[in-house]
């Protein structure tokens, strides 16, 4: 990873190599942590946070699920992403603010550990590779199948969900694929490790409910406002794998990933004439357009260093 310089770790900025927590701390052993990713983008007028007070909101509702007593205020939060961007003077990167239960008692019990909270920020151009965003991902439909709303509850962004997704990743990258989609338990497919999906059939737009166990994304609902404002027909509805191999075009979406078309699920190429995603095109086009501030009607959306 590229490292930056510093690292905003319980109210202040330590040295990137000096960020450090014990080895006992509670959420290393237990996953009792949470966690946000936020990207900060270069406009006209200098950095922007994309969607920060979304992303704040969801992080404090991963820490309310957690029973996490928030260490700050949601306005002390706010102006920690933004300080740590700027001593870093990063113009573009990706943000990493993560809540957990720190170094106090072991066994399973988080309550009685102090909640602590740090915040990276790194430059991360791209999560799934230059070349695979480019062209086009490879899939496979995971053997894992999603975690159950039953058992961890995928509105929380805890890192314990992190260890399904890294299981369906390391089976993907071991087959030669760039990324893995899950299905629920119910066979219905729910997202990528750490995307949501979409799919485009006969030029209606559709992704899967949150009833399908995704995390409710912060890029999804960007491109759902998109697709209404462009006037492209979306629906919230379940889709099968069969689904997924007779799209016309697919794409994830995520903070890490952007907007990321597939050229090929489970060996079948996606769409009538591979490698042409004109739809996702658009869609993607308004998205990078949109966290530049070219469009002055999504600017509401960024908040400057
Ligand atoms: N699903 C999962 C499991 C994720 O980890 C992410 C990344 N946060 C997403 C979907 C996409 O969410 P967002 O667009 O808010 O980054």
Not at 131 to 148: D, F, P
Not at 175 to 180: H, L, N, V
Not at 254 to 271: L, Q
Request: proline fraction near 5%.
């Amino acid at each position: 990873m590229r490292e930056s310089k510093s690292i905003w770790m319980n109210g202040e900025l330590v040295k990137w190599s000096e960020a450090k927590i014990h080895v006992l701390t509670h959420a290393f052993h237990y996953a009792t942590a949470v966690f946000e990713g936020i990207r900060c983008f270069s406009t006209e007028e200098g950095p922007a946070v994309f969607r920060l007070p979304e992303h704040i909101n969801r992080f404090f509702d991963s820490m309310t699920i957690y029973m996490m007593e928030a260490p700050y205020s949601y306005d002390e939060i706010c102006k920690a992403v933004k300080e740590t961007v700027a001593a870093n003077e990063l113009k573009e990167c990706y943000i990493r603010p993560i809540a957990y239960y720190s170094y106090g008692e072991m066994g399973l019990n988080p309550l009685p550990n102090k909640v602590r909270l740090a915040i990276a920020a790194w430059e991360w151009p791209t999560y799934l590779g230059d070349t695979a965003e480019r062209q086009g991902l490879k899939c496979i439909v995971s053997s894992w199948r999603r975690i159950h709303t039953s058992s961890l509850p995928p509105q929380a962004k805890a890192t314990a969900n992190y260890a399904n997704s890294a299981l369906a990743k390391i089976e993907a990258l071991k087959g030669g694929y760039d990324e893995a989609i899950m299905l629920n338990m119910e066979s219905m497919v729910s997202e990528g490790t750490a995307e949501n999906i979409f799919r485009i059939k006969d030029g209606i737009l559709s992704t899967p409910p949150a009833t399908s166990g995704v995390l409710r994304g912060i890029t999804r609902d960007t491109i759902i406002t998109a697709a209404q404002d462009l006037g492209i027909e979306f629906r919230r509805n379940e889709i099968s794998r069969e689904e997924l191999y007779t799209s016309d075009e697919l794409f994830l979406t995520g903070t890490a990933a952007g907007v990321s078309p597939i050229r090929e699920v489970d060996g079948r190429k996606i769409g009538k004439s591979p490698g042409e995603w004109p739809i996702s095109s658009r869609l993607r086009d308004t998205y990078v357009n949109m966290v530049h501030g070219r469009i002055s009607k999504y600017r509401s959306w960024l908040d400057y260093l």
